[in-house]
């Protein structure tokens, strides 16, 4: 899917805190989440159990380890179930249908949440099921995003993802700045109007500042230690990501050396935002 090209050093802004959503915590002991992160820095990302990005548990963990001591920053995991499950075959079907087909008495949240914490040894929880897209992303070479209207999002992605502020068509959809990589045919985007770019994959992550109405996107790929914060190849593992010694399981010594770097900026930007050193600018993208 198109890159976000997001800027660097600048903060999104949205019409409302999203601080103020009600959303409850995966295990039912709370139904809003978000009643401790006002006035702290809060990152927030979606995600599931299994899926190819799922390593990144492993360097949020870092993170949430490196600031145990910063009482104004939490992390929070978003559970959404929107995605093709790729590589993970017990998940392919979506949480709910992995629940009904082991008989748990359990819920979609608590076994994204279980699978991080039993794999990655994570500490930070995760929410009850949301919807983040108006329909399921799949690998599909005919599906086009944004075509059909499957769901409704939850206010709270609408509101990080600035949908609310769209006209819609007469399928209920407003206009996707999104293409699929796997279409049969090339896929075009419609920039005569505006659009958003939605939820493009797991583990898209928002550093929502102290008021929750400005944030810090990241790309789902961004903290893999490959991609940067706009889902563009890192220049150094494009040009030697041929050679062998950076073959074999994640991560390799070029990957290990991107999740420094990617980590270390993400460091900075929860520093500024602690420290209220952004200065921010409006956009819909």
Not at 22 to 47: M, P, R
Not at 117 to 144: A, C, I, M, Q
Not at 224 to 249: C, F, I, N, T, V
């Amino acid at each position: 899917m198109e890159t976000l090209n997001l800027e660097r050093q600048k903060l999104h802004e949205v019409s409302k805190s999203v601080y103020d959503f009600k959303i409850g915590s995966a295990d039912g002991s709370t139904d809003d989440i978000f009643a401790d992160c006002k006035g702290k820095v809060t990152l927030v990302f979606n995600c599931a159990a299994g899926c190819g990005n799922i390593p990144q548990h492993a360097v949020l963990r870092r993170l949430d380890e490196l600031f145990t001591e910063e009482p104004n920053f939490k992390i929070q995991a978003m559970t959404v179930d929107d995605f093709t499950c790729h590589g993970y075959e017990m998940y392919q079907d979506g949480l709910d249908k992995y629940i009904e087909r082991n008989d748990l008495d359990t819920t979609p949240g608590m076994v994204a949440q279980n699978y991080a914490v039993d794999n990655y040894g994570v500490s930070y929880k995760f929410s009850e099921l949301t919807k983040g897209r108006f329909d399921k992303h799949t690998y599909d070479p005919e599906w086009v995003p944004g075509a059909q209207y499957q769901q409704e999002p939850h206010d709270f992605w609408k509101c990080l993802l600035d949908i609310d502020t769209l006209d819609r068509d007469e399928n209920n959809l407003p206009n996707h700045w999104e293409t699929s990589p796997w279409a049969a045919t090339p896929q075009e985007i419609d920039r005569s109007k505006q659009g958003f770019q939605g939820l493009q994959g797991n583990f898209e992550k928002f550093l929502i500042d102290k008021t929750g109405t400005r944030f810090i996107r990241y790309s789902s790929s961004f903290l893999l230690g490959e991609r940067d914060q706009g889902g563009l190849l890192l220049p150094w593992y494009e040009e030697g990501s041929d050679d062998p010694k950076y073959a074999g399981s994640w991560p390799t010594e070029m990957q290990a050396y991107g999740i420094d770097w990617s980590l270390g900026e993400l460091i900075k930007d929860v520093n500024n935002l602690l420290e209220d050193n952004f200065e921010p600018y409006s956009t819909n993208g």
